[in-house]
Every structure is written in C-alpha cells, then in structure tokens.
C-alpha cells in the first residue's frame, strides 16, 4: 500500500496567505455592495489567485534516503545544468547543479547533506529569468556554505522575475542534517549546488529532482 504524503502549508507563506484571503472577503464584500451580479467576476478572480498562493506555499513532508555519503536535492525542480564551476564559492570550484523551480513546483529549500554551516552571505542584485546563464552572478542570490566530514559544500538561492525575497534560516555555527527544511525563494526560482570534485553525480541533464529525497550525487573520498 502506498504511503500518502502528509501536506502541509510553508510558515514562510503565513502572512501572505492571510492577506490574499482577507482580499477575497473585501472582494466578496464590494460585490455584494454593487448588486452583486455585475461584480460576480472580482471575488471568482480573487479567489482564484488566493488558491494560486495558497498552492505556491504547500510543503509535503519528505523521507530522506539513508547513506552518510549522499548528496540530496536542495530543491524540487528541473535540472537545467551540470558542469564546471562558475563563480564557485568553493576552493577549488568543483562541479555545480543547477535546478530551476518552476511555479508548479515546491518552493521550500532543503539540506543536501550533514553538516555546519560556515557562511551565509546574500547578495543584491537583478531579477531577471532564472534560467538565464547570467542569472547566476547578476540576479539577488543568497549563498551559504556548509562543512561536511567529506568536504565543503555550497548552495546559491537566486531569485527570478517574480521573486522579491530569499529566505534561508539557519545561521553560521547551525547543524544541519540532510534534507532538513532551510528556507524557501519566495515566487521563484533557482537553486545552484557547488560540490568537490569527488562527489560523483548520480542525476543527468533534464532530471526531474525532489528535495529531501532524490540523490543528487555521493561522496567518494574519506
């Protein structure tokens, strides 16, 4: 019997849910005021978008693979590039994976690996497409490197078009466990993952990847 995934909505989404749901009741209300039949249109398009956020926020809980060598997805996403390191934060830069989010997917961010955090530094920048090259060293991103017994690890949460804030909520010093929730890109949009040349990739250009739970690569050296 398959096991159903228990659902949940993002607290990071709180405010926001709140606020669409109150718009839907003002729109309910000025509709009722204007006669109603005229004005149906504004509460029904309301109320569309507030199910819109609503679906945006959802955080289905996820079981992590067992292995102390694995590397999970730090995002739910299409894998839209592998290669070389660009602007990598790491010494030496390594290999990168990059995984773009579209809106249907799950926005909340989660831990590769085990480990402690070393730095967290976010950045200001543009919002153009994610999926832009450019996106990479142009867009407002947020990196944070992690420290693992197999090596350092790093992640870049870059914004997109429609995104208007990263959240990542661990600070330098945290221990963090594979697949443990970290944050979230608000509307957007990209996850960039920096590892060492010794980490084998187990994904492929195109894949289709879930946080928390699909195996990105593994650790080979001790």
Excluded: C
Excluded at 74 to 93: T, W
Excluded at 157 to 180: E, M
Excluded at 209 to 218: N, R, S
């Amino acid at each position: 019997m398959k096991r159903r995934r228990k659902v949940a909505l993002a607290p990071e989404g709180a405010r926001i849910i709140a606020a669409n749901g109150l718009l839907v009741i003002i729109a309910a209300v000025v509709s009722m005021a204007a006669g109603g039949g005229r004005m149906l249109w504004l509460p029904a398009v309301v109320a569309i978008w507030f199910l819109v956020v609503v679906l945006f926020f959802r955080d289905h809980a996820r079981v992590p693979p067992e292995g102390k060598r694995l590397i999970l997805a730090p995002a739910d996403g299409k894998v839209i590039s592998i290669g070389e390191a660009i602007d990598s934060p790491l010494a030496p830069p390594g290999q990168r994976v990059s995984i773009f989010m579209s809106l249907l997917d799950i926005h909340v961010n989660r831990s590769p690996v085990t480990g402690k955090v070393l730095t967290v530094e976010h950045r200001r920048g543009r919002f153009h497409a994610a999926y832009k090259s450019s996106a990479a060293r142009e867009n407002e991103h947020t990196v944070i490197t992690i420290e693992t017994p197999f090596g350092e690890v790093a992640l870049k949460q870059i914004a997109g078009v429609l995104t208007r804030r990263i959240v990542f909520h661990p600070q330098p010093g945290d221990t963090l466990y594979a697949a443990d929730r970290v944050g979230m890109i608000r509307f957007g949009s990209r996850v960039d993952i920096f590892l060492p040349e010794t980490a084998v990739l187990r994904v492929h250009l195109g894949d289709r990847v879930k946080a928390g739970e699909t195996i990105l690569g593994e650790f080979l050296n001790a």
